[in-house]
């Protein structure tokens, strides 16, 4: 069974930090490039960032650049994305999302809340 | 990286077809055929309708249909049913590894 289940998420200070984890299973992790996409509460889908299948270059959204690091251990079939200097605009639930091969997503896990407050 | 252009909701009845735009530029959607399509119900995780601006996954309807012009994709439901009451959200690569959605559409099934 093909799944994808995110951990790791909380409540957490401003300025504080956090690492979500994508425990992969049911496909070839190596071989597939990921994703962390995030939701503000009732707001749209963000692309945040991206990996390739083996981990060698990484792409972020500006909002996150600099602050956030998307990394994978391929022999735990794990993706990560730390996050550091978290801002209440972090706020979200964040969904890990496996590239599908032609630029779309075609498998999501079912999202991890982050709560950024005071 | 700015946001697709979407309409905030839209709304059709049962048996009706629908349209939903995104609206991109040059940059993202005018560029590349790979605008995808995601149907996201309340409390759920996003789910794949359509790729690669037509092209759909297996297990997908055929009433659930994708086009592009210029700078604006489409996706088209036809043979509305209670079911396809949902937040619809367009995607698009944007170059240099960055992907970048749209502002999401509220689908509500009259």
């Known amino acids: 069974q093909v799944q994808l289940v995110e951990s790791g998420g909380g409540v957490v200070h401003p300025g504080g930090s956090l690492r979500l984890s994508c425990a992969a299973s049911?496909?070839?992790?190596?071989?597939?490039?990921m994703h962390w996409v995030r939701q503000a509460p009732g707001k749209g889908l963000e692309w945040v960032a991206f990996?390739?299948?083996?981990?060698?270059?990484?792409y972020y959204a500006d909002s996150v650049k600099g602050r956030f690091t998307i990394s994978r251990d391929n022999s735990k079939n794990t993706l990560y994305l730390q996050m550091n200097s978290l801002r209440a605009e972090d706020t979200a639930v964040y969904y890990c999302?496996?590239?599908?091969?032609?630029?779309?997503?075609?498998?999501w896990g079912q999202g991890n809340v982050v709560t950024v407050s005071s | 990286q700015s946001a697709l252009t979407q309409p905030a909701s839209v709304s059709g009845s049962p048996g009706q077809s629908i349209t939903i735009s995104c609206t991109g530029t040059?940059?993202?959607?005018?560029?590349?055929?790979?605008v995808s399509w995601y149907q996201q119900h309340p409390g759920k995780a996003p789910k794949l309708m359509i790729y690669e601006g037509s092209k759909r996954p297996s297990g997908v309807s055929n009433r659930f249909s994708g086009s592009k012009s210029g700078n604006t994709a489409s996706l088209t439901i036809s043979g509305l049913q209670a079911e396809d009451e949902a937040d619809y959200y367009c995607?698009?690569?944007?170059?240099?590894?960055?992907?970048?959605f749209g502002g999401g559409t509220k689908l509500t099934v009259l």
């Open positions: 040059s940059n993202d959607v005018g560029s590349y055929n790979l």
């Open positions: 990996t390739r299948y083996d981990g060698r270059d990484k």
């Open positions: 999302a496996k590239d599908g091969g032609a630029y779309q997503l075609p498998m």
């Open positions: 049911g496909f070839t992790f190596s071989s597939s490039g």
């Open positions: 995607c698009s690569y944007a170059s240099s590894r960055t992907w970048v």
